[in-house]
């Protein structure tokens, strides 16, 4: 599964991701949060321009599962 790892290292620091970015969008790149933003426009668009679509997570930083999103980017298009 793409995004796996950034996946997983969100669950396991949730707790602790939330006390530092409650409510903001993160940027995940391999285990390491890049950027907080407001929104998960602006988190989209800041991470397309210093990394290639598919290789970054997006995920709203917030307590409980029913947070978990998994927004994944890709290059694939659908018409």
Request: glycine share 6%.
């Amino acid at each position: 599964m793409p995004l796996e790892q950034e996946f997983a290292y969100y669950k396991e620091y949730q707790e602790e991701l939330v006390r530092q970015y409650e409510g903001k969008y993160l940027v995940i790149v391999g285990q390491t949060v890049i950027s907080a933003h407001e929104s998960e426009l602006d988190a989209y668009e800041s991470a397309k321009a210093t990394h290639p679509l598919g290789t970054f997570l997006i995920q709203h930083c917030l307590h409980g599962q029913d947070s978990y999103t998994q927004t994944f980017h890709s290059r694939v298009m659908f018409h």
